[in-house]
């Protein structure tokens, strides 16, 4: 499709000259959240699109992820394609660096995305040049996309989602929906569902296919086993359950429901695991206040109290692990859910809010399967909570099922290789 400005719709233009005009106070923005989680001004500075690595030499194959969860559920087709060439995964957060940083194999390296304004795509297109460019889930930047379309670079939309959401608001932009979904050679949707939505909004029929989801077929996240072995003597018999990757407001919920818990299991412990760890100093603070001394993982501290803040980052396959039910967050408070298959991975009984449209078709699959249940407030979290610590058969029963379910999920990686290969070439 022709990048051509007559051929670009007048909503795409208004955004790329308002992206153009506030590039300042967005790039402003988007530095001082780095900042706040220890990322120095060099690496800052990658959202403006300078590079802080040189190209190496040969073909170079880019996905761009939004953050952590859509960042590793690509890495089995990093794995495999960083045999046969370099590949660079763009993300916009601290935490998805920190964590790649650790999990990305050889051949492979990270730069933060720059932002969709022009001077940050040009520059970043014109040190990487990348040979094909692939966008994974939702990441649809229109300059982004358009300037790399128009220097001939293939366009790879992978494990295709939108929420409802977002399709009713490209439904009321046909032509903008129709032009950039054309812009893609090829799109690979996690549903048959997703499929006929895009397919509605514009994009190629031939070009689309369903290839599953690719979260579920990402490895679990790592555990170190002494270590996990050695939380596992500290634990004991003690009944144990997990709040992970919670927001504001989520924290004060997992609080309320463990007060419940420990009506019934004196000896209950629970392991919050904050999505942002930084937070760290203001959840001991709500936890003092409701009554609950806390031990803190970054300080040295053990679970072997009624509350244990897990505040680092990296360690959820351990706390998956450890803990036979798990809630976990993003789905109490409107964030849209977080990735389930990790716990469902690792065998825990899965527990989340109502609120995870963009993880939908995902809990419904797990639900259908017996291994997670919604819970729609704290009263309702700690309800479920204590029924499962009453019953560990059945919380076993939950993880066996979340996790075989997972094992049959998006097995397609090795071909979805061969197709971007065979893009590339």
């Not at 022709?2 to 988007?30: T, V």
């Not at 880019?62 to 046969?84: C, K, N, Q, T, Y």
């Not at 366009?155 to 959401?165: D, E, G, I, P």
């Not at 019934?264 to 629970?270: K, P």
Request: include cysteine; proline fraction near 8%.
């Amino acid at each position: 499709m022709s990048a051509h400005p007559l051929s670009w719709p007048a909503p795409l233009r208004l955004y790329g000259a308002a992206a153009d005009l506030l590039l300042g106070p967005a790039f402003r923005r988007a530095a001082a959240r780095l900042g706040a989680q220890g990322i120095g001004p060099e690496r800052q500075r990658e959202r403006l699109g300078e590079a802080t690595r040189p190209r190496p030499e040969g073909r170079l194959i880019w996905f761009h992820a939004a953050s952590m969860g859509e960042s590793l559920s690509v890495l089995p087709l990093v794995r495999i394609l960083a045999e046969r060439a370099t590949v660079l995964v763009t993300t916009g957060t601290a935490s998805s660096a920190a964590v790649l940083a650790s999990r990305l194999p050889a051949g492979a390296l990270h730069q933060f995305a720059p932002l969709d304004a022009s001077g940050p795509v040009t520059r970043f297109l014109d040190h990487w040049r990348p040979d094909l460019a692939v966008m994974v889930e939702s990441e649809i930047w229109p300059q982004m996309l358009r300037a790399a379309h128009a220097r001939g670079v293939p366009l790879v939309l992978m494990n295709a989602r939108m929420s409802v959401r977002s399709l009713r608001a490209w439904a009321r932009m046909p032509q903008s929906a129709r032009v950039l979904l054309g812009l893609f050679d090829r799109i690979v949707a996690q549903t048959a569902d997703m499929r006929d939505a895009l397919v509605a909004l514009g994009a190629d029929p031939v070009r689309i296919a369903v290839g599953g989801n690719m979260k579920a077929a990402a490895p679990p996240p790592p555990a170190d086993p002494a270590e996990l072995e050695r939380l596992r003597r500290v634990r004991g018999d003690a009944p144990l359950w997990a709040a992970i990757s919670t927001h504001p407001g989520e924290e004060e919920a997992a609080l309320t429901a463990h007060r419940a818990v420990l009506a019934q299991h004196r000896e209950a412990r629970l392991i919050l695991v904050p999505r942002h760890p930084e937070r760290a100093d203001s959840i001991l603070h709500l936890a003092s206040r409701r009554g609950f001394a806390a031990t803190r993982r970054s300080t040295g501290g053990l679970p072997d109290g009624a509350l244990h803040l897990a505040d680092t980052l990296g360690e959820t396959g351990l706390w998956f692990r450890l803990a036979p039910v798990v809630f976990l967050g993003g789905s109490l408070v409107p964030v849209g859910g977080h990735n389930p298959w990790e716990p469902a991975q690792c065998g825990a009984a899965l527990l989340t809010g109502p609120l995870r449209e963009a993880v939908a078709a995902d809990m419904t699959a797990l639900e259908e399967a017996g291994a997670a249940m919604t819970v729609r407030d704290a009263d309702d979290l700690g309800r479920a909570v204590a029924a499962l610590l009453a019953d560990p058969a059945r919380a076993a029963a939950m993880g066996e099922a979340g996790r075989s379910l997972a094992a049959r999920q998006g097995n397609r990686v090795e071909e979805i290789a061969r197709e971007l290969m065979d893009i590339l070439s």
